[in-house]
Structure formats: C-alpha cells, structure tokens
C-alpha cells in the first residue's frame, strides 16, 4: 500500500525497533535456557536447597521475558512489514502492556530498592556458588561480564582468597590488588544511591515502547486511510 512521508518513517522505526527488541529477546531467551539446561546447573532444578530459589526464579524471568519479547517482535515485525492490521493492533496491544509494566516495575524497584538489591545479590550469590561447585565456563563469563561491568570481585574482594580472581577486572591503583569492591555490597550500593537512575532506565525504557506504541498508532491509521481511498477507487471505477 502507499503510505505517505510520515507512514513510512514510523513503518522503518518500528522494523528497527523490532531488530534491537528481537536481538535482545534471543539474548535472554538463549541465557536463560542454557541456564536451565546447562549440565551444571540443570539438576538444581530438582532442589530443594535455600540459595537455588532465587537462581531458579532468575532464570525463569529470563526465559519469560525472552519469550515475550519475541512473540511482541512477531507481531510486529509481520505487521510492520506486510502492513497488516489485525497484526499491528495485536502489537499495539502488547506494546500497551509492556509499557505499562515497565512504568509500574520502575517505580516498584524504586520504592523497593533495598529489597530488589537483596534479592539481586542473592543471585549473583547463587551464581557464585555454582561456579565454584561446577566450574562451570558459561556461568564464568557470566560472572566476568557482571565483574567487569560493576568494577567488584567476587564475595570477598580479597585477591589472596578470592576464589573467582580469574573473572575479575583489572584492578585500578596498589590497593585494589590487595582487596576490591565485593560484588553483594557493589549490587546493594547501586540499587541504593543511583535509585533514581534505575528508576530512570525503566521509565526510559517505558518511554520508548510508548514511542513505539504511537508509530504503530500513526501507521495503522495510514493503512486505513488507504484501504479507503483504494475502496472508494475501485467503486467510483467499477
């Protein structure tokens, strides 16, 4: 169908949209399963052990979302691209949703962030624990990126004990050789004094689903309208 100037700027930056949301959908969907079915970890299912619930329910977010973000990115996509209607306004929909949830989750997490951080470095614990019971390569790059990316080193900080030293950054200065930030209080910290930036995050990410949301609005409406004026063609013609 033809689509007008503003049609077909809001059709490109939902199919944009739709590639970053499918790459990170993959991104925890695929973390999430190999966390599931990983060798390592896969029997931790079947437990019954106190630090293996959080871990459990981390891994099924992951799956969840994942799965989410694709089934949203399959309406979407198709309907972006093929300019179908029943499938933009099922993507609409989703969309609605999600941002919904975002907004809620932010402010949530906001008021809760002593909580969320807890429950946060319960999981790097968990995570923790199971590389060093397992060894586990996957969860050792998955402690690397979480190392590196909060600038902390394990449990303890402490190079002469700290058994994950081999996943930890580079330390900064004389005196991080000797001891680092630990990651559970790093986590703790963070949900605590940058609140606010957590927060900003969600209602960002929130912000750019709505954005989504109305291309997806503007382009249905031009589908429309041209389905009209191709209607009323063909009946003045025939």
């Given amino acids: 169908m033809a689509l007008d100037g503003c049609g077909i700027v809001c059709k490109y930056i939902l199919i944009l949209f739709n590639l970053i949301f499918a790459l990170l959908g993959f991104a925890f969907l695929g973390l999430g399963l190999w966390l599931r079915f990983s060798n390592s970890t896969r029997g ?25 973000m694709l089934i949203v990115v399959m309406f979407g996509d198709y309907g972006a691209c093929n300019e179908k209607k029943c499938a933009l306004q099922v993507f ?8 919904g949830a975002e907004i809620v989750v932010g402010v949530l ?8 951080g ?11 624990s199971l590389y060093i019971s ?12 979480i190392h590196n990316m909060l600038h902390c080193c394990g449990i303890t900080g402490i190079s002469l004990v700290e058994v994950v030293k081999q996943t930890c950054p580079k330390p900064d200065g004389f005196m991080e050789k000797l001891v ?38 503007i382009l249905l409406q031009q589908i429309k309208k041209t389905s009209r004026d191709v209607a009323a063609y063909y009946s003045t013609v025939y």
Wanted: charged share 10%; proline share 5%; net charge negative.
């Fill in 44 to 68: 931790i299912f079947g437990m019954d052990i106190p630090y293996t619930e959080t871990f459990i329910f981390g891994v099924t977010v992951l799956i969840a979302l994942g799965s989410v």
């Fill in 118 to 128: 807890a429950n946060i470095a319960e999981f790097y614990n968990s995570l923790y």
């Fill in 109 to 116: 997490a906001y008021s809760r962030r002593y909580e969320v």
């Fill in 92 to 99: 609409s929909a989703l969309l609605a949703i999600l941002a």
């Fill in 134 to 145: 397992g060894g586990d390569p996957g969860i050792g790059v998955t402690l690397t990126f």
């Fill in 180 to 217: 680092m930030p630990n990651c559970p209080g790093v986590i703790t910290n963070v949900f605590d004094s940058k609140a606010p930036l957590v927060m900003g995050i969600f209602l960002g990410t929130g912000a750019l689903l709505i954005t989504a949301l109305v291309c997806t609005i």
